[in-house]
C-alpha cells in the first residue's frame, strides 16, 4: 500500500483529484459518482483534504461496512471531516456507482450557526464501517436537498447564496442525525450488547488492576475493545442508556470508591490513588459531584 498521502487543500483541487474541471463555486461542490472513475493504479493510494464531505453511495460500492441483517441495502452515507485519510480498497468504472459527494471548505461555515456547532455532529468523527445506512424514502429526502444545493450552486453567486446553502448543508446534517438515531433504535439489540461489554471491560479492567498500573481507562480504550470509534461509541451509549460514555467510566469508579470507602481502613487519597486519580482533589471534587457528599462524609454516615 502507498504510504503517500495526496492532499487537497480546496474545492479546485479536490475536483482535480477526479480530473473534474474548474468549480462553479469556490467553496463547495458536488460530484455525481456516476462519473467517477479510477484504475488498478489507485488502489492503495491514500486522500486527505482540507475539506467536509457527505457522500451517499449504493450497495455496489465494493466497501465493507459490516453489514448485518438490520441494515438497508439500498445506500450509505459517509461523513468526513477535515484531514481525514480515505484509502482506495479497489478499481471503479463509469456508471459503476451510483451516488453523489458533497464536498465544502470550513470557510463556507465560518462565522455562520453551523460553523459554531458543526463539531456536535459526532458522525463526522465515525469510522467507515459505521456509515448510515438508508431506507429509499431517506435517500430521497437527502435527494431533494442535495439537488437543492445543486441548483443553487449553478446560479450567479450573491448575498444570499452563503446563507441559502449553509440552511441547506444545516437542514441535510439534521436529517442525517434523525436517520441516525433510527439506526441506533434498530440496532437496539445490537448495541445492548455493546453497553454489556463496555460494563465487562471496566470490570475487568478493576481486578486485573489496570487502574493502578496505567490509570482510569480511556473512551478511545473502549471503544477500541468494542471495535468502534469514540465518537460512534459515546452516541451509542447516550442513546441506549442516557449516559456517556465518560459517564460510565466514572459512574463505574463511583461504584467502586463507595466500597473501597466502606470496606477498607484505606485513606481517601490512598482509595484515590488506588482508583487511578493522580490528584485526590479531583477525586473528592467528582466524588461529591456524583454523590452529594463528600467520601469523607459518605464514610462516616454509612
Known amino acids: 500500500m502507498s504510504e503517500q498521502i495526496i492532499h487537497s487543500k ?15 463555486h469556490p467553496l463547495i461542490t458536488i460530484l455525481d459518482t456516476r462519473k467517477l472513475a479510477y484504475g488498478e493504479e489507485t488502489v492503495g493510494k491514500r486522500f486527505s483534504s482540507d475539506l467536509y464531505c457527505i457522500a451517499l453511495k449504493d450497495s455496489s460500492c465494493g466497501i465493507d461496512y459490516g453489514r448485518n441483517s438490520y441494515d438497508f441495502d439500498d445506500g450509505v ?35 455562520t450557526a453551523l460553523g459554531t456547532k458543526i ?14 445506512h438508508l431506507s429509499e424514502n431517506e435517500q430521497n429526502t437527502l435527494n431533494q436537498i442535495v439537488q437543492l444545493i445543486q441548483e443553487e450552486i449553478k446560479e450567479r453567486i450573491d ?6 446553502l449553509v440552511s441547506n448543508i444545516e437542514l441535510l446534517l439534521n436529517y ?9 433504535n434498530t440496532r437496539s439489540a445490537s448495541n445492548n450488547d455493546i453497553v454489556a461489554k463496555v ?10 488492576n489496570q487502574l493502578i498500573e496505567k490509570g482510569q481507562p480511556s473512551i478511545q480504550y473502549l471503544a477500541d475493545h468494542c471495535h468502534l470509534s469514540a465518537s460512534y461509541l459515546s452516541d451509542l451509549l447516550a442513546k441506549e442508556t442516557g449516559r456517556s460514555a465518560k459517564d460510565h467510566i466514572n459512574d463505574f469508579l463511583i461504584d467502586k470508591a463507595k466500597h473501597l470507602l466502606l470496606s ?29 457528599k463528600t467520601p469523607q462524609e459518605y464514610r462516616q454516615q454509612n
Open 176 to 184: 442525517s442525525k434523525r436517520f441516525y438515531e433510527r439506526q441506533f
Open 10 to 24: 480546496s474545492i479546485p483541487e479536490i475536483r482535480s483529484v477526479f480530473g473534474l474541471g474548474q468549480p462553479t
Open 77 to 111: 452515507l459517509i461523513f468526513t471531516a477535515p484531514t481525514q485519510v480515505i484509502t482506495v480498497k479497489k478499481p471503479q468504472a463509469l456508471n459503476e456507482v451510483k451516488g453523489w459527494m458533497l464536498y465544502f471548505h470550513p470557510d463556507l461555515i465560518r462565522n
Open 264 to 292: 477498607s481502613t484505606d485513606s481517601v487519597s490512598g482509595v484515590a490513588y488506588t482508583l487511578g486519580f493522580n490528584y485526590p482533589h479531583y477525586f473528592g471534587r467528582l466524588f461529591k459531584q456524583k454523590t452529594g
Open 119 to 132: 463539531d456536535s455532529y459526532n458522525f463526522f468523527n465515525y469510522e467507515v464501517h459505521e456509515a448510515l
Open 159 to 164: 448575498n444570499h447564496s452563503q446563507q441559502v
Open 199 to 208: 460494563e465487562t471491560l471496566l470490570k475487568n479492567y478493576y481486578s486485573d
